[in-house]
């Protein structure tokens, strides 16, 4: 079991930017990927940033140039470093862990989840 917890959402305005952090505990050495998703109000969840095992990082197209995915070596911390936000990336972002990369090609059970942060953007 890998147990995870975001942390460093707020509300921001627009050209801002933010870090989130999430903290993982638990079966850590069994982590092949992990990643961040965001849930926007009246959307789906969808992925946003995944770094594998071996480092290689992925981006989804809407975010790719602003959002930066790092983690350390032991996989107990992972963050996102996001600049220029705007108010579309108003949403509640989640960390995952899984064996999948990038980690959205897995379905949803097959990873681990956290509670989610609040990133609100104001124009």
């Known amino acids: 079991q890998v147990q995870l917890r975001e942390s460093g959402g707020g509300s921001v305005q627009s050209g801002g930017s933010l870090r989130l952090s999430c903290a993982a505990s638990?079966?850590?050495?069994?982590?092949?990927?992990m990643g961040w998703f965001r849930q926007a109000p009246g959307k789906l969840r969808e992925g946003v940033a995944s770094?594998?095992?071996?480092?290689?990082?992925f981006y989804h197209v809407s975010v790719k140039g602003r959002f930066t995915i790092s983690r350390n070596n032991a996989k107990t911390m992972l963050y996102l470093q996001i600049h220029s936000l705007e108010p579309e990336d108003t949403a509640i972002y989640y960390c995952?862990?899984?064996?999948?990369?990038?980690?959205?090609?897995?379905?949803?059970?097959?990873?681990?989840w956290g509670q989610g942060t609040q990133v609100t953007v104001s124009s």
């Open positions: 770094i594998a095992h071996d480092g290689s990082s």
């Open positions: 638990g079966d850590t050495y069994s982590i092949n990927s």
């Open positions: 995952a862990a899984g064996p999948c990369s990038p980690i959205w090609v897995c379905s949803d059970s097959r990873n681990y």
